[in-house]
């Protein structure tokens, strides 16, 4: 496929343009006056085609907007394009497309896709784009705008499939966990996948994510399976170590020497004090009964 290089049209001011213009006119009719009054049919013959070359260079005149852009072909030539806002006049015979410049918003629709452990997800994306290269945009691809639709979502989607929703190790990303990184990847791709119709992607960032419908439930019971774990396992961790602070303490200032037996006992009952889920109920030992 060849390639299309953008380049600057060829211009004419547009006022400067329409004084010419005016002035053929008037200089129009004052010839058919002066024809009428000679009774000169031979002046329709300068009449005619002056007439004519009027009415064609009012297809000349453009006005353009603040980016906002104009692709001009001459008999199927790319011959230029015109960025410049303001009013302008061209070949009236060129063709002039239309491209805006602006920003353009691409909200997806919720996509049901499995990620990488193969979890169905839905999972909608925002991307901010703009055309840069309005000469691409028209000839390199049938329909601009459709043609980021349909790449951005592609990129969505193999997006998706490339990483989990949710990851317990810490050193890899996740859809949830990570959505800085997840944004700049799918920009990243979006990007590579909509450079050839002359666009660049200035922001895309997650818009929706969860489970799909039929295992939300199962998986909301396995994250807080997943937290519980997490909070027994920091409980447990703070437990020992005040055990060991405990036992060091008693022993470092001789309150009282405990033989291992003794030592395993208390263990055990500051561990169950400490861990249960349920507030302790202390028995106090006072002593034996008979001495």
Do not use: C
Not at 52 to 76: A, M
């Amino acid at each position: 496929m060849e390639a299309v290089i953008e380049k600057s049209a060829k211009k004419l001011n547009g006022f400067t343009a329409l004084f010419a213009v005016i002035t053929l006119i008037v200089f129009d009719i004052l010839l058919l006056r002066n024809g009428v009054l000679a009774d000169d049919v031979n002046v329709l013959w300068v009449f005619v085609p002056l007439t004519l070359i009027i009415s064609l260079s009012f297809n000349g005149f453009t006005i353009i907007q603040p980016n906002d852009s104009r692709v001009l072909i001459l008999f199927g030539k790319y011959i230029g394009t015109i960025g410049d806002s303001g009013f302008w006049w061209v070949n009236p015979f060129t063709e002039k497309k239309k491209v805006s410049l602006r920003i353009h918003n691409f909200n997806s629709e919720k996509i049901k896709v499995n990620d990488l452990h193969g979890n169905p997800i839905e999972i909608a994306a925002v991307i901010v784009w703009r055309v840069v290269d309005s000469a691409r945009a028209i000839f390199d691809v049938q329909n601009y705008e459709q043609f980021v639709a349909i790449q951005s979502e592609t990129a969505i989607r193999g997006l998706a499939t490339g990483y989990a929703y949710d990851s317990s190790e810490d050193d890899k990303y996740s859809l949830r966990s990570n959505p800085q990184e997840i944004s700049d990847e799918l920009k990243k791709q979006v990007q590579s996948r909509s450079e050839i119709a002359g666009v660049d992607v200035l922001e895309s960032r997650i818009s929706y994510l969860a489970y799909a419908p039929e295992i939300a439930q199962a998986m909301l019971r396995r994250q807080q399976a997943q937290a519980v774990v997490a909070a027994r396992t920091k409980i447990v961790e703070g437990a020992v170590g005040m055990v060991d602070m405990a036992l060091k303490a008693l022993s470092e200032q001789h309150i009282v020497d405990l033989d291992e037996e003794k030592k395993a006992t208390m263990v055990n009952n500051l561990m169950v004090a400490l861990v249960s889920e349920v507030q302790a109920t202390p028995v106090i030992n006072t002593g034996t009964l008979y001495q």
